[in-house]
């Protein structure tokens, strides 16, 4: 893996070059839809001739391809979107391109973002880079794959219910998801608005680190963003975490489970505090998820239409044919399927019995985790029950598929920071994370334990 100090002091065009051989060079894994060869090069160029400075100056990066960039196609891996080229940048993006980084490329996704092992692509399945006949991880796997194979030092992904944190487990690498509005979602495709997160995925936490302070902050054109509060810290004050006990029952992987108790003997080592919790609410935290997000799914992608975005069906010969031949052939099975579970979670009959309900259960789950850290500074566990699955394993079996968010959802709910670190052990030889979810707006200090503790 290379970090971003790699590509700092150096010929920002032979960086460049570099990043985009890498990334010639690993076409077999497929996690790339995209190269912005043209537009980096010019980039760089400026770089080197110092008319761009900053903190990533002539840094490369890549950013997964529902982030909306200038200079190449903005897909969300998705037949709609395969040809669309964005008018405008994400802030995201935006800032970072401020310090002098350079995106190269859009990395491969579940369509929409809707997956847990980026099969879900309209452009086939990302590898991953410890095994090609597994999965990546999802939904932002190519990212995950392009930071694991040293092609660039960080990539952009975006975490709803875990697409940062479980890819980042699967293949190696650190994952940051921040709280909820830390960093601004404009520019960003939308897939569920109240849980949608910007985050990073590097080799290092320090690398994080700066990704993050540089991409959060206030953006007027998202108004969830939250002030400014992220302020990298050099040394980590946590005394006591604990680790939550539902995270480690027998229905998780013994290897995995013992990954997480390694990485907590070391923290003990450390001299710190390592108590227990229960959160009996994380039981309803997988419904709970897949009745509120496809719900906000099935509202944010009702602007795919075939008139206002996207591919229009040839065959359509009348209005309603351009809307329904569209989505048809512009959605993915697993699209459409959270669409008519989030359309009848919401219809009026349902609505009380569901809709309402699942927000219900999801405060209840708030409340847990809040009572947790009066007592915890932080709350860990593994990131997901298995290491990463035979691509087409359970592809055919979408419950199968969305147990494998089970320790992801729960953060996501209640819009806490947490993030995926390797635990520095392996299971069935290929290596997992440990997660550590922190109370809102605790990510500077999340960070600064994960850094200690690695
Ligand atoms: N795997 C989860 C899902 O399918 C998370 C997706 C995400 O975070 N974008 O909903």
Sequence with gaps: MVMISDFLGTSAV????????????????????????????????????????????????????????????????????????????ATAIEKLETEGAICIGKANLDAFAHGGSTENSAFGPTKNAHDETRVAGGSSGGSAVVVALGIVPFALGTDTGGSIRQPASFNGVVGVKPTYGTVSRFGVVAMASSTDTIGVLSSTVDDAELVMDIMSGRDSRDMTTLPDFFAPKQESQTKRVAVIKEFMSDAVNPEVRKATEVYVEALKAQGV????????MLAY????????????ISSNLARYDGVRYGARSPEASSLDEVYG?????????????????????????????????????????????????????????????????????????????????????PASLAGLPAVSI??????????????????????????????RSV
């Excluded at 076409?27 to 903190?55: C, W």
């Design 325 to 409: 031949l569209s989505r048809e052939a512009g959605f993915m099975a697993e699209n459409k399927r959270r669409i008519i579970i989030g359309s009848y979670v919401l219809s009026s009959g349902y609505f009380d019995a569901y809709y309402l309900k699942a927000q219900k259960a999801r405060t209840l789950l708030i409340n847990e985790f809040n009572k947790a850290f009066e007592s915890y500074d932080f709350l860990i566990g593994p990131v997901a029950p298995d290491p990463a699955f035979k691509i087409g394993e359970n592809s055919d079996d979408p419950v199968k598929m969305y147990m494998a968010d089970i320790m992801t959802v």
């Design 285 to 296: 935290a997988l419904p709970t998820y897949y009745i509120v997000v496809p719900a906000e």
């Design 422 to 451: 390797p635990a520095g052990a392996t299971s069935e030889g290929l290596p997992v994370g440990v997660q550590i979810i922190g109370q809102r707006q605790s990510d500077a200090e999340l960070l600064a334990f994960a850094k």
């Design 14 to 89: 032979e960086n460049v070059k570099k990043a985009l051989s890498a990334a010639r060079e690993n076409e077999s894994f497929n996690a790339l839809i995209s190269l912005s060869e043209t537009r980096a090069l010019e980039r760089a160029q400026k770089v080197d001739a110092g008319e761009i400075t900053g903190r990533l100056a002539g840094v490369p990066f890549i950013a997964k391809d529902n982030f909306l960039t200038l200079g190449d196609t903005t897909t969300v891996a998705s037949d709609f979107l395969k040809n669309f080229e964005a008018p405008i940048q």
């Design 273 to 280: 505090e390592v108590g227990e919790v229960s959160l009996p």
